[in-house]
C-alpha cells in the first residue's frame, strides 16, 4: 500500500527552464510534507517542507504547492541548473504521531546544459 | 562536521553472520530515526528513539533486528543471522522533538552474500 505516489520516475528538463516534480498521497492524517534531494552514495537531503495548514512555500529557487483537496503536492525549481540533477524524494508525516516520514519511490531529474 | 554520521559505510558479509552498524546523530536532537531503503524504492522506516527510549518498531524489523540507544546519544543497529533480501541501505536520521525536519546520514549499505 503505497501512501505516497510518485508516478512519474525520470525527468529531463534544460538547464534555465522550470522542473515541476509531482507528488500524491492517500493518507489523509498526513499534515506536514517535504522533498529531500539525493545523490548517489549518499544520504537524503533535506530540500523543502510544508505544513497542511499552508498551500505553498518558497527558498529561493525552490517552491513547493499543497493541494489539500486533491491530496497532491508539487515542487518547482526555476531556474534549474545542471547541478539539480539528482533523485528527489516526496515525504509525508504525520506529526501527531511519531513524526515518522513516509516516502515515495522518488523522481529522477536531468538538466541538461 | 556537526552533521549525522555513520559507520562503516560499506559492510560486506556472509550470510547467516551478525553486523552491527552505529549512527551518531546531531548532537542537540533527541530523536533519532532508522530507514531501510532497496533499489529503486524510497527509505522505509524501521524505528525511532526520543533520547534513550525506543519508542516504535516497524512489522518490517524481524526479531533479527535490534536497536539501541543507551545514553540518548549515539545508535546501533544489529542484524543477526543475516539473510540476502536484509541486503540494502541503511539510514539514519535525527530531528528535535518539536521540528519535523529529520537530517540524515550517508548511510551504510550492507551487502550479504
Known amino acids: 500500500d503505497q501512501q505516497v505516489k510518485q508516478n512519474s520516475p525520470s525527468l529531463s528538463v534544460q538547464e534555465g527552464r522550470i522542473s515541476i516534480l509531482n507528488c500524491d498521497y492517500t493518507?489523509?492524517?498526513?499534515?506536514?510534507f517535504l522533498w529531500y534531494k539525493k545523490y548517489p552514495a549518499e544520504g537524503p537531503t533535506f530540500l523543502i517542507s510544508?505544513?497542511?495548514?499552508?498551500d505553498k512555500n518558497e527558498d529561493g529557487r525552490f517552491t513547493v504547492f499543497l493541494n489539500k483537496s486533491a491530496k497532491h503536492l508539487s515542487l518547482h525549481i526555476v531556474p534549474s541548473q545542471p547541478g539539480d540533477s539528482a533523485v528527489y524524494f516526496c515525504?509525508?508525516?504525520?506529526?501527531?504521531?511519531?513524526?515518522?516520514?513516509?516516502f515515495g519511490k522518488g523522481i529522477t531529474l536531468s538538466v541538461r546544459p | 562536521d556537526t552533521g549525522v554520521s555513520q559507520d562503516p559505510r560499506h559492510k560486506i558479509t556472509k550470510r547467516g553472520q551478525n553486523v552491527t552498524f552505529r549512527c551518531d546523530p546531531i548532537?542537540?536532537?533527541?530523536?533519532l530515526y532508522w530507514y531501510r531503503q532497496t533499489l529503486g524504492q524510497g527509505p522505509e522506516f524501521l524505528t525511532y528513539?526520543?533520547?534513550?527510549?525506543?519508542?516504535?518498531k516497524s512489522r518490517l524489523l524481524s526479531d533479527r533486528f535490534s536497536a539501541e540507544r543507551p545514553k540518548g546519544s549515539f545508535s546501533t543497529l544489529e542484524i543477526q543471522r543475516t539473510e540476502q533480501g536484509d541486503s540494502a541501505m541503511y539510514l539514519c536520521?535525527?530531528?528535535?522533538?518539536?521540528?519535523?525536519?529529520?537530517?540524515f546520514g550517508p548511510g551504510t549499505r550492507l551487502t550479504v552474500l
Open positions: 536520521a535525527s530531528s528535535f522533538v518539536s521540528i519535523y525536519e529529520q537530517f
Open positions: 493518507n489523509s492524517m498526513f499534515d506536514y
Open positions: 510544508i505544513s497542511s495548514i499552508k
Open positions: 515525504a509525508a508525516s504525520h506529526t501527531g504521531a511519531n513524526s515518522k516520514l513516509t
Open positions: 548532537s542537540e536532537h533527541n530523536r
Open positions: 528513539f526520543q533520547n534513550e527510549a525506543q519508542l516504535e
